[in-house]
Structure formats: structure tokens, C-alpha cells
């Protein structure tokens, strides 16, 4: 059932499901929290209570907004936690994994560990020889022509080379859900300003988190010519020891989408070992 939390600015929508510690999850741009879906149940099946968030402009939250910062969205997620009583562990997704790097900085209190999904957490930069690799390349063109042609058909065909090889059994349904979202008024301006927000706002607040950071890249992820040095650029920007690295073999952009089981392992086994229970 969706419940909402007025937070300054607009309204946010969140779902939770289960009972125990708190995870909260947030999705990338131009999605919604139905991306969790296949990872849902088995963090409620290990002892958790689940909120899945729709960001800013997403899902079932409002549409209009003054801003679309990573800082922005961390402080609709902050709050959210602080809503539900936190602490939480906080799984973000692409813009939503710098988000989380920033909520983490500023509340350390609110978030006990953070588990970013090919996240958009530092300064990027294209250089000659990313060009050079064909994935990154179709990717990269697809990704920029939807943000700046507000082109559903591009940012269709840009999901066709994120989520290489394995799709999950619902794929028709699930491209369904994203088209009718962003036909609706304002969704696709919303992916679009977001899109357009850089990441430089997380990685200056890498150095400032205190909390256990686990980074999950898919080896085929389209949105950098090498997802392993970026995922560890971004360990290496943490404080030492806190940050970790997993990469899923054949995943795409949307591990959590194509691989539920394995993030879900992987999520809960560093749960485990890094948060303290509530």
C-alpha cells in the first residue's frame, strides 16, 4: 500500500513491507520503486522491514520540484528514514547511490551501511579511449539523446543495452510500466532534470562517510567503459576500510533487475557482517 510523507518541496512515496531492521530502497532516474520488486521479498523473507521509495518526480511522488540535486534526493530519502524511525541501511541505484553517499555524510546517526548499485557517485569524464568500447559507446549516445530529446523511444532503446544478455521474466510488462509512467505529466521533464544534475555534489562527500559502503557494478554495464575502476575509484575515495566492491558477471546497469538473487545475497551477507541490528 503507498503512503506518502510531505517533505519540502513535494510529496514522496514509499511502500514498506515486512518487520525488523530498516532497509530503504531507492531507484535510478527515470524509474520507480517496482525496480525492487524481485529483491523485495527475500530481504522481507531474511528479517527485514523493506520501504521502497519513489524519488522526486517519480512513481507515485509529485511531480513538481525546485531542484533534482543527489543532495536534493538525499534529504527526501533522510527524511523517509527519519519518518519510518530509523537507522537504516540505504540501497540507492545510480543517482540514488550518490544520494545515498551524501545521506550517509550528513545523518551518520540515520544510515548504518550503504550498498550503491552502479552508482553515479563521482565527477565523470569521457576520454578517447572510452569511445573505443562499442557497449559504452551505443550506451552513452542513447542515454544522452533521451535526456536531451525527452525521447521515450531512446531511453527504450537505451534499456535494451542496459540490461545485456539476462532480462527478467516480466520484461514486457516492466517496459510497459516505465513508458505509461513517464507519458504521464511531467515524468519525462523530471528524468530529464535529474539526468542533467552532475555528480560532483556525492563524490566531495565520499571522504566525509563513516559508515560501511558495499559497491555493486555489473561487468557489462553500458555507462562506463570499465564499471571495475570506476567501482573502485569509488572505494578508493572512501575512508580506508570501509568501502568494498562486488561485480556480477554479465550484469548490466540494472543488477538488481537482472540478477535479484545475487544482489540480494550479496546485500544481506554485508548486512550481516557491517550493520548493527535494531
Not at 165 to 181: C, H, M, Q, S, Y
Request: aromatic share 6%.
Amino acid at each position: 500500500m503507498t503512503e506518502y510523507l510531505s517533505v519540502d518541496g513535494g510529496t514522496i512515496a514509499y511502500e514498506v513491507t515486512g518487520s525488523g531492521p530498516l532497509i530503504v530502497l531507492a531507484h535510478g532516474m527515470g524509474d520507480s520503486r517496482h525496480a525492487y520488486r524481485a529483491v523485495i521479498p527475500a530481504l522481507v523473507a531474511a528479517g527485514h522491514r523493506v520501504a521502497a521509495v519513489d524519488l522526486r518526480g517519480c512513481g507515485e511522488s509529485s511531480v513538481d520540484w525546485p531542484a533534482w540535486s543527489r543532495t536534493d534526493i538525499a534529504g527526501d530519502l533522510l527524511a523517509v528514514i527519519r519518518h519510518l524511525g530509523g537507522p537504516a541501511v540505504l540501497v540507492g541505484h545510480s543517482v540514488s547511490g550518490g544520494a545515498a553517499t551524501i545521506a550517509a555524510a550528513r545523518e551518520p546517526s540515520l544510515v548504518t551501511a550503504v550498498v550503491e548499485l552502479a552508482p553515479f557517485t563521482r565527477k565523470q569524464s569521457v576520454r578517447l579511449g572510452d569511445l573505443r568500447v562499442k557497449r559504452f559507446r551505443r550506451g552513452m549516445l542513447r542515454l544522452l539523446g533521451a535526456g536531451v530529446l525527452g525521447s521515450l523511444p531512446l531511453w527504450r532503446s537505451y534499456l535494451d543495452v542496459a540490461y545485456p544478455g539476462v532480462r527478467p521474466a516480466d520484461w514486457t510488462e516492466r517496459l510497459g510500466r516505465i513508458e505509461a509512467l513517464l507519458r504521464e505529466p511531467g515524468r519525462m521533464k523530471a528524468m530529464q532534470a535529474m539526468g542533467r544534475s552532475a555528480p560532483t555534489d556525492a563524490g566531495a562527500r565520499l571522504a566525509d562517510v563513516r559508515c560501511p559502503v558495499l559497491v555493486v557494478m555489473g561487468t557489462h554495464d553500458p555507462d562506463w567503459s570499465d564499471p571495475h575502476a570506476e567501482g573502485a575509484a569509488i572505494v578508493a575515495a572512501l575512508p580506508p576500510g570501509l568501502g568494498h566492491l562486488a561485480m556480477i558477471d554479465g550484469a548490466g546497469h540494472y543488477p538488481h533487475d537482472q540478477y535479484p538473487d545475487r544482489v540480494t545475497t550479496l546485500t544481506l551477507a554485508f548486512v550481516q557482517a557491517n550493520a548493527p541490528r535494531a
